[in-house]
């Protein structure tokens, strides 16, 4: 699904005056207030404005849907159906949210800022992500274990019962199609929680699983906050796995919550400070800068995997440094709304005001601002691109995850320090090696502590392969035939055979 290049910024002005909002949580297949009469403020970020009042739900709603999905679960009407009945709903659900990717969209920008160009590419992911685990129900097979004659080892992947998903606000829909469609796949259901800070585009899909046909109780969604209702579904015995992106602090907090209830599974994609190496070798430095600026300024620095460390070979760094910062001077944040902005709003004055706050603690601590340290003129929560350089390891900005677009880097004289640069943090979701020397390569990507390595790119993605991240970045596996099977439970079916 190629991104729509042919509307203007008049034209996604047009359609968000007509957008109507689904405001209301969904609870076994109704459209419903939250029991307390709770709402949340949904504001647009580039412009301070409201968009609507939300439902905002806590332990009384979390424990109606907890209810209805462990009902639904064990009436084996999603969980024990063909698979192939799932696999037909869930392909449906793929067309209705590629029909109506341009409001899907537009939603997720108006909610938290993103360029319209961005949830365009995050749509196109949603819908690849929803068709590749659909397809995959009926290619994952058990396993026949090898015993003797007088026996039969089966092997079974079963569904897990109820799964509750908490998704961040940086990709609302994307994220949100990583965790319920392998899920939904695997026969679960799914109690989706989305960010407070975006809940529309999840509400919107709610009505489009309802009318792919996916049963009431099977998906559900509960908008609100992390500490009322989020803190409800992590402690509810009903749920059997926690799928959550987000802040290492709160990953830790819902393991804990999974220990204080009933051991439930918990999946994490926390947070990252990922470390881009180039090294003095590698070629067409204009286009690795170019790469190197879009890793970290891309969805306004707002991405779990951004290239937020550029560690580059002494020899090279003060040519390769102009280059990065002559590509970010065109990066500028811009109307949302416009197809060509390249950078849109910080979701909330709260994040805003944070990277800020970062900015001058870059500068106090000594580090050397080549680019940007100041918000845009424009109104709304905007920043500007900002690179450091002269960044060295005991520096907050060169080891805690800003989430904005701030750039540090590092200078390096050798392999070994590149390596020991990139390895001494507490992340590892994701890293980037730019090499012409294939030797180099692999033995760089042997050793760094990272849940995915990008070669001469960043951020090659695809449905096929897995994502997430090791250390304090989380566990398990987002995509690939890996996120389905994370959320089976293995029986093992022993038969004694009279021979």
Known sequence: MAADNTKTLADWQAKAASLSFETRAFINGEFVAAVAGSTLTSINPATGSVLAEVASCDALDAERATQAARATFDSGVWSRCHPSKRKRVLLRLADLVETHRDELALLDTLDMGKPISSSLGDLAGTVACLRYQAECIDKLYGEVAPTGENALGLVLRE??????????????????????????????????????????????LAHLAQEAGIPDGVFQVLPGYGHTVGKALALSMQVDCLAFTGSTAVGKQLMQYAGQSNLKRVFLECGGKSPNIVFADCQYLDAVAQSAAEAIFHNQGEVCIAGSRLLVENSIRKEFVARVVKAAEHMQPGDPLDPNSFMGAMVDEAQYQRVLEYIRQGENEGATLKLGGEASDSKGYFLTPTIFDDVTPDMRIGREEIFGPVLSVFGFDSEEQAIALANDSDFGLAAGVWSQDIDRIMRVSRRLQSGQVYVNNWAGIDQTVPFGGVKQSGNGRDKSLHAQEKYCEVKTVWMSLSV
């Not at 998704?167 to 259901?189: C, E, Q, R």
């Open 159 to 204: 569904p897990m019962g109820v799964v509750a998903a908490i998704v961040p606000w940086n990709f609302p829909l994307m994220m949100t199609s990583w965790k319920i469609a392998p899920a939904l796949a695997a026969g679960n259901s799914v109690i989706l929680k989305p960010s407070e800070k975006s809940p529309l585009s999840a509400l919107r």
